[in-house]
Structures are given as structure tokens and as C-alpha cells.
């Protein structure tokens, strides 16, 4: 049973430019979180997609896009990347359709930005 | 006020020992979700429990054991005859509906377990 991937497991860009970052959920899982967690801080809740729409979202900027498509994948996007955007972006999935159910995450993707 | 609270910043015990990790927790809810997850140095957190308001039963895996005691409103973990591999960041994460459930993290407690 696969569970949480995602893609790249590191990357840099530089400021001012765009990042996409990627995630498959676990087998059976419908719902996708993102979270954005800096060094030696707790992860910050980005958003959550299900059935393919922004269903939740955090206190991001609008800079802070996403997708989900219709095999529950998901895509993060990042425009005009800040320093301040290095951090480790974790993925996480739960069970169909419920908001309080539990969340499974992947093993993140690292990005810096220099 | 922070709603997830992880006083401990960081644990030291040699291997063998027992240890406790604390988290308190504020909310108006009544119906609420409080779960611990594991992140050790590869970064990946890994699921450990999810505990619902109605179910203050302790429970017991295995070496981990979590005692959660709603009329202090904590949800403690404690690790029995630790190990090296128990090294990690551990956090208490809160779900609740003024939050739309979504997941309230503490700010973590790194354990370091010494052979």
C-alpha cells in the first residue's frame, strides 16, 4: 500500500521566481492538505483540496495556488518566491471526504531560495 | 494565547529510560480531535494516535502509552525503556471546530535518547 509521495525531494530557485510542487495521496485517499513547515517550527496549514476545490485555507498569500486533479493528485504552486518561502512543504492525505479525519503526510519536499 | 502547548523544547535521556512528553491544550469545543505525530530527521511525520473529546480511556501501544485527562486538558505521551530510534520531534496537534478542524500544531519537543 503507497502511501504519501511527493516530488522533488529538494529544490532551489532563487527570489522572484516560481515553483510547482507535487504530490500523490495515499491508496484511497481523496483529500489533499498542504503545510508549510520552517526550520524548528511546527508545520502552518496552507490549504486543503477535495473533489478538485480549495475546500480550507490557511493564512497564506495569494502567491500560495494550487490544483487537484481528478485522480486526487494535487499540485502547490509559488509565485514571485521570498526568502522567507524556504521551508520544508509537506503533503498530507486523509479519507474520503472528512474534515476531522485523520492526516497522512509524505516525506515533504525541501526548498530553498536563494 | 497559543491553543497547543509543547512546554518541553527539547528532551535528553540515555536509552532504557522512561520518558513523559507534555501537551496542554485550550479550546471552547466540546467535541475535538487531539493527535501526536512523529518526525525524526528525515522529516516525514508519522501518524502515531488521534484521540476523540468523548474518549478519555488511556491507551497503550506497544512502549507508548498517552494519558489524556480532560479536566487538566492535557493529552501527555510517554515512551517506556526508550531507544535510540525513539529520536525525533514529536508533536501534539489539536482539531476542533472553531478551527474548521483544521490541524493546530505545538511547537514540538525534540527527544534525544543517548545509548
Known amino acids: 500500500d503507497a502511501g504519501v509521495t511527493q516530488s522533488p525531494t529538494h529544490l532551489i530557485k532563487t527570489r522572484g521566481q516560481q515553483v510547482t510542487l507535487r504530490c500523490s495521496p495515499k491508496s484511497g485517499h481523496d483529500t489533499v492538505s498542504w503545510y508549510q513547515q520552517a526550520l524548528g517550527q511546527g508545520p502552518q496549514f496552507i490549504f486543503q483540496?477535495?473533489?478538485?476545490?480549495?475546500?480550507q485555507r490557511g493564512n497564506f498569500p495569494d502567491r500560495f495556488s494550487g490544483h487537484q486533479f481528478p485522480n486526487y493528485s494535487s499540485e502547490l504552486n509559488v509565485n514571485a518566491l521570498l526568502l522567507g518561502d524556504s521551508a520544508l512543504y509537506l503533503c498530507a492525505s486523509s479519507f474520503p471526504g472528512g474534515i476531522t479525519d485523520t492526516q497522512y503526510f509524505g516525506p515533504g519536499t525541501r526548498l530553498t531560495v536563494l | 494565547a497559543q491553543k497547543v502547548t509543547q512546554a518541553q523544547t527539547e528532551i535528553s535521556v540515555v536509552e532504557k529510560e522512561d520518558v513523559t512528553l507534555d501537551c496542554v491544550y485550550e479550546?471552547?469545543?466540546?467535541?475535538?480531535?487531539l493527535f501526536w505525530y512523529k518526525q525524526p530527521p528525515s522529516g516525514e511525520l508519522v501518524f502515531l494516535i488521534r484521540?476523540?473529546?468523548?474518549d478519555e480511556q488511556n491507551e497503550i501501544s506497544g512502549r507508548y502509552s498517552w494519558n489524556f485527562q480532560k479536566s487538566t486538558s492535557s493529552f501527555n505521551f510517554t515512551i517506556t525503556a526508550s531507544q535510540v530510534v525513539d529520536s525525533a520531534v514529536y508533536f501534539c496537534a489539536l482539531s476542533e471546530f472553531d478551527s474548521n478542524y483544521q490541524l493546530i500544531w505545538g511547537a514540538g519537543t525534540k527527544l534525544i535518547i543517548k545509548p
Open positions: 479550546t471552547r469545543d466540546t467535541t475535538y480531535y
Open positions: 484521540r476523540n473529546s468523548f
Open positions: 483540496y477535495y473533489e478538485e476545490e480549495e475546500r
